[in-house]
């Protein structure tokens, strides 16, 4: 037997997954667990998780593959930091060191550099047998950008482009100077730009001069890395002509306009990249990763336009899935073969509970859950009523996702044709900024009618336009664009079920498929969470398995004495306060 | 006149035209604050008002809102004094000495005549959190392996002393130019050192002082468990001078075997010595919040310096009770005062205040009253802290007795709520979602913050106790009670992690997680006693099968042991190794089980030494550890 563990820690999205015998038999991320929204400490509870998962314990491991090279990683934010080569505040042995003392692990460490990492997680996971690879995120070691080609079980990233030149950073100093949260607030911004127009596009190009072949150069008189609190200079706010908008702020045309801008030169830069590739390798697939490829709609783009004719992007593409690549490189160097040769057709790798389990723990909640239990066709069709009437529906199902993305495991559902949904989820559900759009899961079988997409899009990575002669306000962006998960019975046979049932009552393929959980949070993990979800918000209606639960069955009081549940912000390793406000204290 | 500013978390507004001070709703679980929702910021013309600050002492904690020290006093001072008085309460739990002169100083637009402090119990946790290992600052860290490095655990302790010193010093003496003429009586704190005890692992770099150390600390134990006054306390001073004072468990086998010897002034300096060698350990590892010697010394003497009246409770309390050595006659817990300690300190004040005796005042002042069902609350939540608080010292189980039989005594109808928390904390769910928590806050014997409803862990050492008390008391509900715990928890056909911290049979191994986090991210356990025991939960009906993955430094024995019978004895050597254990049925109980394993002490595991770690600013383990679990799962044969 071989057993691979793979790493992703201490930047943002620590996650862990398990390889046995090149099966991907677990993966998930620590946040989930510790309830830590991007946690990025090492992934004791998802390392846990994933042994259990596979009745294995520490004994039964080979090797632990961990996402980049830590040795290179400290020589950049050495030179980032401008301190000595040999400062003592970056520590290329921490990373390792954490990992063996926190999981206990003895054995072999092997660590691959962060790009070959996420380029692995594409092509590996591919079934490709050759394709060009396309890798961009904010950095890693030095690379901001790879180019590369996958044969058989060998990669060779033949190009790239290094820091402080990063496509991902750009777009994080843009997503901060637009108020949100860097690493976890860029799709706001992507989701923000059809709503203005792209009249900032030459002062952003003065950011970012795009070269020929795969470079690119930042204008670093805009940026500033070093800065804690932002990541651009002065001279950016004097460029864009308006002060940065403060979080929580209101959102002004002016900051649609600069999403708009910014987002038209990264697919502009994205597509002419993605062409010089297709032209240097030959390759008729593309595979990328790197959390710019979590920007769904350039990777519509570069579907529709340019030679590639297959396209895979890694699910979990930022960081938290390139522990995948990671396995599945270590598992090439202790056995000579690739994993796999089939590619990933589902990421329901997280932890699941059987109808029995969840009756178990419902019992002394004292809830009087409607038990479904063998009667799935009853669940199905109670379910699909409600939606029809409008209700919104915690869907809990299965083992849960890895990556960024609900796909019907831990997912909120409602109806599309509501048109009020949208308002609504915003508010008193999702408690976030009103403009951001849901996306549909629509039966595979039905996505043409709706859709102009001429593949399955199982994980939810690119936007189409919708040509359905349905009214579908719910998940349909401003532009007429929609980001669709198409859903098969092989894949996910309840929730194929129940969009079905939902067909048959209403004559609409497709739900609204949001991540289930409120703003600022983990999306749920066990039952537990999502009880505690739904007390939360203003869900309609929870289903747990096998067991619906309706808002009113609720405790009585489980509202008011939430708060004290709920962990307080920021948690403690901010450092700033040794005691918590929130917590069963005694002094 | 200037605008009015906030006073803590109470907010000017203005009420028919007249400036007051409002805090925000008390949430259902009560919060950290007196329950007084407003405070008028004029006085009422001939009623004197004292503005009262603290820590959770001072807070009432535990009786609180039903009762505070503040209502006591006030109760107390008009019914000695001719004219009328107002008592405002600014004490809160988790106070710290920065937080308290502020709020001092911002209370002053209230134009109180009196100022009363009440704090320092709080010190030795709160004020010098950056000198710790386990902080989450590297730089801080750092600085702490420096110092280690310099001069030891010695040097780290009046390091820590000294900061604290400074910080308390800087802190009054904030309080004292603000104040300027204005009376200000001070408390000078006094803890449980009769029931309440340290059992910590001495911090010793040196292999062959650490085995020399718990073979001396295992006889010395043993011999005042069969009452070798004499005999422990050698053991004990050899002890002391192996772990040169910084070792507090120590200090309490010196005491313990005064006292059996009669000698309770000796006792007292050991005991005292035992708190102060804490102070900084329970930085680290196991402590409570107990105001030591230093603490003292400073409030004597910033209290001479700025010639505010000094109540001295040490004094009046040994007196009072004709011992020594007070302890649970005045204190529920650690530090928190029983209904007569809080008579007794609060009477002293009064009598301080109206220049009268404190004996008359004592037994003039009517004794508070709290309902019945509010006091067994009280004395349950005292249980629950002393679970989660104490270590496993002899008096443990006494203490927790003591507090049940209270509670039981007090209102019986408190039982129901014993079941109640242990079906909540069975569940393995927040408590928050379960239909027994529903139940007990519905009912008139409501479970607050304070006593420990959030808590994820099974609470075995509670239950148990609750579980043997109620078999006299209640033997219906006390039957319900193995049932309540299969039903959850009891062991099936599937494996069942018990190496999760939730299994731990003493809570205080996972060291301090609501204080510091980060040491919790461990996914092994670690050791640091040399015994470390799980509660089991099983039927015994079946063999109970065990697959045991632990390391400890090889060529020692390890012993694994369910309710005392020894079951196997597995050979563990550095690297991570698999045991299957059969654990035959007739050595099970119905219900709750313990599993121990049995540590040599001498097969400390070999890790870099802290100070290394420390100045790379990594955390690090202070005390030794004897060995770690990987996994232990347990399943029905
Ligand atoms: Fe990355």
């Given at each position: 037997m071989v057993c691979i563990v793979g790493l992703s820690a201490f930047y943002h999205d620590a996650s862990c997954c398990l390889m046995v015998d090149g099966n991907l038999v677990a993966a998930a991320q620590e946040e989930r667990f510790t309830r830590v929204k991007n946690d990025p400490r090492t992934p004791v509870n998802a390392f846990r998780y994933c042994l259990e998962e596979a009745g294995l314990d520490i004994t039964d491991i080979d090797c632990l593959a961990y996402y980049e090279s830590p040795g290179l990683k400290t020589e950049r934010q050495r030179h980032a930091a401008g301190v000595a080569d040999d400062d003592s505040s970056f520590d290329p042995q921490r990373p390792v060191r954490a990992i063996r003392e926190k999981l206990g692990w003895?054995?072999?460490?092997?660590?691959?550099?962060?790009?070959?990492?996420?380029?692995?997680?594409?092509?590996?996971?591919?079934?490709?047998?050759?394709?060009?690879?396309?890798?961009?995120?904010?950095?890693?070691?030095?690379?901001?950008?790879?180019?590369?080609?996958?044969?058989?079980?060998?990669?060779?990233?033949?190009?790239?482009?290094?820091?402080?030149?990063?496509?991902?950073?750009?777009?994080?100093?843009?997503?901060?100077?637009?108020?949100?949260?860097?690493?976890?607030?860029?799709?706001?911004?992507?989701?923000?730009?059809?709503?203005?127009?792209?009249?900032?596009?030459?002062?952003?190009?003065?950011?970012?001069?795009?070269?020929?072949?795969?470079?690119?150069?930042?204008?670093?008189?805009?940026?500033?890395?070093?800065?804690?609190?932002?990541?651009?200079?002065?001279?950016?706010?004097?460029?864009?002509?308006?002060?940065?908008?403060?979080?929580?702020?209101?959102?002004?045309?002016?900051?649609?306009?600069?999403?708009?801008?910014?987002?038209?030169?990264?697919?502009?830069?994205?597509?002419?990249?993605?062409?010089?590739?297709?032209?240097?390798?030959?390759?008729?697939?593309?595979?990328?990763?790197?959390?710019?490829?979590?920007?769904?709609?350039?990777?519509?783009?570069?579907?529709?336009?340019?030679?590639?004719?297959?396209?895979?992007?890694?699910?979990?593409?930022?960081?938290?899935?390139?522990?995948?690549?990671?396995?599945?490189?270590?598992?090439?160097?202790?056995?000579?073969?690739?994993?796999?040769?089939?590619?990933?057709?589902?990421?329901?790798?997280?932890?699941?509970?059987?109808?029995?389990?969840?009756?178990?723990?419902?019992?002394?909640?004292?809830?009087?859950?409607?038990?479904?239990?063998?009667?799935?066709?009853?669940?199905?069709?109670?379910?699909?009523?409600?939606?029809?009437?409008?209700?919104?529906?915690?869907?809990?199902?299965?083992?849960?996702?890895?990556?960024?993305?609900?796909?019907?495991?831990?997912?909120?559902?409602?109806?599309?044709?509501?048109?009020?949904?949208?308002?609504?989820?915003?508010?008193?559900?999702?408690?976030?900024?009103?403009?951001?759009?849901?996306?549909?899961?629509?039966?595979?079988?039905?996505?043409?009618?709706?859709?102009?997409?001429?593949?399955?899009?199982?994980?939810?990575?690119?936007?189409?336009?919708?040509?359905?002669?349905?009214?579908?306000?719910?998940?349909?962006?401003?532009?007429?664009?929609?980001?669709?998960?198409?859903?098969?019975?092989?894949?996910?046979?309840?929730?194929?079920?129940?969009?079905?049932?939902?067909?048959?009552?209403?004559?609409?393929?497709?739900?609204?498929?949001?991540?289930?959980?409120?703003?600022?949070?983990?999306?749920?993990?066990?039952?537990?969470?999502?009880?505690?979800?739904?007390?939360?918000?203003?869900?309609?209606?929870l289903v747990l398995e096998d067991f619906v639960i309706e808002r009113h069955m609720l405790p009585a009081h489980l509202e008011a004495l939430l708060e004290v549940w709920l962990p307080a912000d920021g948690g403690l390793s901010g450092g700033k306060s040794a005691v918590s406000e929130h917590l069963y204290t005694f002094v | 006149m200037t605008k009015p500013t906030p006073i803590s978390i109470w907010q000017p507004q203005t009420r028919n035209g007249k400036p007051i001070f409002v805090r925000p709703p008390v949430p259902a679980y009560g919060d950290h604050h007196a329950s007084r929702m407003e405070i008028p910021a004029d006085k009422t013309k001939g009623i004197r008002r004292v503005c009262f600050f603290g820590e959770s002492v001072a807070a009432g904690y535990l009786f609180a809102p039903h009762l505070t020290c503040a209502r006591v006093l006030e109760d107390q001072l008009n019914y000695m004094a001719d004219e009328p008085y107002e008592v405002i309460d600014f004490s809160r739990t988790n106070e710290t000495l920065g937080s308290m002169a502020e709020t001092v100083a911002a209370s002053l637009q209230l134009q109180p005549d009196i100022i009363v402090l009440y704090g320092g119990n709080n010190w030795n946790l709160l004020e010098t959190p950056r000198i710790s290992p386990y902080f989450p600052d590297p730089e801080a860290r750092k600085s702490f392996g420096a110092i280690w490095a310099?001069?030891?655990?010695?040097?780290?302790?009046?390091?820590?002393?000294?900061?604290?010193?400074?910080?308390?010093?800087?802190?009054?003496?904030?309080?004292?130019?603000?104040?300027?003429?204005?009376?200000?009586?001070?408390?000078?704190?006094?803890?449980?050192?009769?029931?309440?005890?340290?059992?910590?692992?001495?911090?010793?770099?040196?292999?062959?002082?650490?085995?020399?150390?718990?073979?001396?600390?295992?006889?010395?134990?043993?011999?005042?468990?069969?009452?070798?006054?004499?005999?422990?306390?050698?053991?004990?001073?050899?002890?002391?001078?192996?772990?040169?004072?910084?070792?507090?468990?120590?200090?309490?086998?010196?005491?313990?075997?005064?006292?059996?010897?009669?000698?309770?002034?000796?006792?007292?300096?050991?005991?005292?010595?035992?708190?102060?060698?804490?102070?900084?350990?329970?930085?680290?590892?196991?402590?409570?919040?107990?105001?030591?010697?230093?603490?003292?010394?400073?409030?004597?003497?910033?209290?001479?310096?700025?010639?505010?009246?000094?109540?001295?409770?040490?004094?009046?309390?040994?007196?009072?009770?004709?011992?020594?050595?007070?302890?649970?006659?005045?204190?529920?817990?650690?530090?928190?005062?029983?209904?007569?300690?809080?008579?007794?300190?609060?009477?002293?004040?009064?009598?301080?205040?109206?220049?009268?005796?404190?004996?008359?005042?004592?037994?003039?002042?009517?004794?508070?009253?709290?309902?019945?069902?509010?006091?067994?609350?009280?004395?349950?939540?005292?249980?629950?802290?002393?679970?989660?608080?104490?270590?496993?010292?002899?008096?443990?189980?006494?203490?927790?007795?003591?507090?049940?039989?209270n509670a039981l005594q007090t209102s019986f109808g408190i039982t129901e709520t014993m079941v109640d928390l242990v079906e909540a904390r069975a569940t393995g769910l927040p408590a928050v979602l379960t239909e027994a928590q529903e139940r007990n806050f519905q009912g008139p014997y409501r479970l607050l913050m304070q006593h420990g409803w959030k808590y994820n862990h099974l609470d075995i050492v509670l239950i148990e106790r609750i579980a043997a008390l109620l078999k006299d008391a209640a033997p219906a509900l006390a039957e319900r009670i193995p049932n309540i715990l299969l039903h959850h928890r009891g062991l099936g056909s599937e494996p069942e992690e018990l190496a999760h911290p939730f299994y731990l049979w003493e809570p205080l191994m996972q060291f301090y997680p609501e204080i510091m986090q980060s040491a919790r991210e461990t996914t092994c356990i670690r050791c640091p006693w040399p015994r470390t025991s799980f509660a089991l939960i099983c039927p015994t009906t079946r063999d109970v099968n065990l697959k045991l993955v632990a390391r400890q430094s090889a060529g020692f024995p390890t012993d694994v042991r369910v309710n005392g019978h020894s079951v196997a004895t597995p050979e563990l050597c550095e690297s991570w190794t698999r045991h299957r254990i059969r654990v035959p049925r007739c050595v099970l109980n119905h219900g709750i089980n313990k599993l121990t394993i049995v540590w040599s002490p001498k097969s400390m595991l070999n890790t870099e030494p802290p100070e290394e770690r420390l100045q790379k600013g990594d955390e690090a383990h202070l005390h030794p550890i004897f060995g770690e679990i990987f996994s232990l799962t347990a399943r029905l044969d």
């Open positions: 003895r054995g072999p460490v092997r660590t691959y550099e962060h790009h070959r990492s996420h380029a692995a997680s594409a092509y590996f996971f591919s079934g490709f047998q050759d394709a060009a690879l396309l890798t961009v995120d904010g950095v890693g070691e030095w690379a901001t950008t790879s180019y590369g080609y996958g044969g058989g079980s060998e990669i060779d990233l033949f190009a790239e482009v290094r820091f402080p030149h990063s496509l991902g950073l750009l777009y994080a100093a843009v997503t901060a100077f637009l108020g949100f949260k860097v690493n976890s607030g860029e799709y706001k911004v992507m989701g923000l730009a059809p709503y203005g127009d792209p009249k900032y596009t030459a002062r952003i190009r003065r950011l970012v001069e795009n070269k020929d072949a795969g470079d690119y150069h930042l204008n670093m008189e805009y940026f500033d890395y070093v800065r804690g609190d932002r990541m651009y200079s002065d001279a950016l706010i004097e460029l864009l002509g308006c002060p940065p908008r403060e979080p929580e702020s209101e959102i002004l045309p002016v900051h649609t306009h600069i999403a708009a801008s910014m987002q038209q030169v990264l697919e502009e830069i994205l597509l002419q990249k993605a062409n010089w590739l297709a032209e240097k390798t030959g390759a008729g697939n593309l595979c990328m990763a790197g959390g710019v490829a979590l920007n769904c709609v350039a990777n519509g783009r570069i579907r529709r336009e340019t030679p590639f004719r297959e396209l895979f992007i890694q699910p979990a593409a930022g960081d938290a899935g390139a522990c995948l690549g990671a396995a599945a490189l270590a598992h090439i160097d202790i056995t000579g073969k690739r994993h796999s040769e089939t590619a990933l057709d589902a990421v329901y790798l997280g932890p699941a509970w059987s109808g029995d389990r969840i009756e178990h723990l419902l019992v002394p909640t004292g809830i009087p859950a409607h038990d479904f239990r063998n009667r799935e066709a009853d669940l199905i069709a109670f379910v699909a009523e409600r939606l029809v009437k409008q209700q919104t529906v915690g869907w809990f199902h299965g083992r849960m996702e890895f990556g960024p993305r609900a796909l019907g495991a831990r997912s909120i559902l409602a109806n599309p044709l509501d048109p009020n949904i949208r308002d609504r989820l915003n508010k008193v559900v999702k408690k976030r900024e009103s403009f951001r759009p849901f996306a549909p899961s629509v039966l595979l079988d039905h996505a043409g009618e709706h859709f102009q997409l001429e593949q399955a899009s199982p994980f939810m990575l690119e936007t189409c336009r919708v040509r359905s002669a349905l009214k579908l306000p719910g998940i349909t962006h401003i532009n007429g664009s929609a980001r669709p998960q198409t859903v098969t019975a092989p894949q996910n046979p309840r929730y194929a079920a129940l969009i079905a049932a939902f067909q048959a009552r209403t004559g609409c393929p497709l739900l609204v498929n949001t991540s289930f959980n409120v703003r600022g949070e983990p999306i749920v993990c066990s039952p537990a969470d999502a009880l505690l979800c739904m007390a939360n918000s203003e869900l309609d209606l | 310099e001069g030891g655990v010695t040097s780290v302790m009046e390091a820590a002393i000294h900061q604290q010193v400074l910080g308390a010093e800087a802190a009054l003496q904030v309080i004292a130019d603000t104040v300027g003429e204005l009376p200000v009586y001070v408390l000078l704190p006094e803890v449980n050192l009769a029931d309440w005890a340290a059992l910590q692992p001495p911090i010793l770099a040196d292999t062959a002082q650490r085995t020399r150390w718990y073979t001396l600390f295992e006889a010395a134990a043993t011999n005042l468990a069969a009452q070798n006054a004499r005999a422990c306390l050698d053991q004990a001073l050899k002890l002391l001078a192996v772990d040169e004072g910084t070792c507090p468990t120590t200090y309490r086998l010196i005491g313990d075997a005064w006292l059996l010897l009669g000698e309770s002034e000796k006792a007292l300096r050991a005991y005292r010595a035992e708190v102060d060698s804490e102070s900084y350990a329970s930085l680290c590892f196991l402590g409570s919040p107990r105001a030591g010697t230093l603490t003292r010394k400073v409030l004597t003497r910033m209290c001479r310096e700025n010639k505010w009246p000094l109540i001295d409770l040490p004094a009046i309390f040994a007196e009072h009770t004709g011992e020594a050595v007070t302890g649970r006659r005045l204190f529920l817990d650690y530090c928190h005062h029983t209904l007569e300690g809080i008579h007794l300190a609060m009477a002293t004040v009064t009598a301080m205040i109206l220049d009268d005796s404190p004996w008359f005042t004592i037994a003039s002042a009517p004794m508070p009253e709290i309902p019945p069902e509010i006091e067994a609350v009280t004395w349950l939540g005292a249980a629950v802290h002393t679970a989660h608080r104490l270590p496993d010292v002899p008096r443990r189980k006494e203490l927790l007795d003591h507090a049940l039989i």
